[in-house]
């Protein structure tokens, strides 16, 4: 969610000189955005979140007098004099949880949200979701009115792009090329363990047998998938190098054979848009945003399907007709997604508010 808006400020700080802005942020010293004629970057408050944006954030509003506040991580202040707009980039707070995944952290922001919510829904002007999907199932749980809804698809950085790794940047963290590349983490939603049987099946079906890239997945978890699946022929063929950069990550997907985007549930999918964005074919699902975002020519697989997954796999591997045609298919899909036209759609809702406030 922070990414998203960072992009979106950026945007609006390029392109648009008739609005004043001011961005108020947590203390810290990493400090992605700088202070422009008409952006202006406000420290307040804690690191604490609930305090900073019940208590520290409706002080420095009203302090300033603004025209309207627009909150755009999922919640809000429920005491706020202004206009507010809110991003609601989910509702996956409101759905069954899984209790084998429950830090501490994560236990608190799911209290947070279910809290905080329903609290401040009837005082939005506007509420902003990032898929048609999303737009929908948010009318059907929440019973908001579709004339406060408005949808607004994410974008994705440029350097997402075919490139020539003329530096072997890539192999920092895998050695040969032709990989799987897979963002599975502990998170349920991101299907990791029946994308790992999949894999498992495929190395034994598979003649070439590429190796599986895998970011910032944590050893111990998977080797309690492999010892619970007994899947022990993945070993040799996972690589898990930890934390890539973003900056090295068009470098990944491009000498990717393929990327696996197999989640359960995704409210928009930014990665699915960059690996297309480099030409690299995906294995999809067929739930959720994911069809919306990837067209309904991407390969899409049930993702609680196992063999399926595997199925896919193997085709894309086998198929050099299908391989090519995945790819165009992709690139031309990533062209219609900008951050440009994210912001110009966001400064759009801004503007109508705007009028209609009081």
Known sequence: MDYV??????????????????????????????????????????NFYPLWEQFSLPRAVNQLNLDMLHCTSNTAPIRCKIPLILTLHDIIFLEPRDKSNKSFYQDMGWRYRRFVVPRILKKCKRIITVSDFEFNNIITKLQIPEEKMVMIYNGYNQWFRPVEDTELIYQQYIEEPGYFFFLGNTDPKKNTERTLIAYSKYLKLSDVKRKLLMADLD????EEIINRNDIGNIRDYIVMPGYIK????????????????????????IPLLEAMA?????????????????SPEVIMVNPQNVQEITEKMLLLEKDEALYQKQKEIGLNRAQQFSWKYTAEQLLTVYEDVYRQRG
């Not at 050893?219 to 998977?222: E, F, K, N």
């Not at 973003?246 to 470098?251: E, M, R």
């Not at 480099?278 to 990837?294: A, F, H, K, L, Y």
């Open 5 to 46: 808006v960072l992009e979106e400020i950026k945007e609006l700080q390029k392109s648009d000189n008739r609005n004043e802005y001011f961005v108020f942020v947590a203390p810290g010293e990493d400090r992605c955005l700088q202070d422009s004629k008409n952006v202006h970057i406000i420290q307040i408050g804690s």
């Open 278 to 294: 480099c030409g690299t074919p995906v294995i999809t699902s067929n739930t959720s945003s994911m069809p919306e975002i990837g």
């Open 246 to 269: 973003n900056a090295d990550l068009p470098y990944i997907y491009n000498n990717a054979f393929a990327f696996l985007y197999t989640s359960l549930r995704e409210s928009f999918g």
């Open 219 to 222: 050893r111990g978890y998977l």
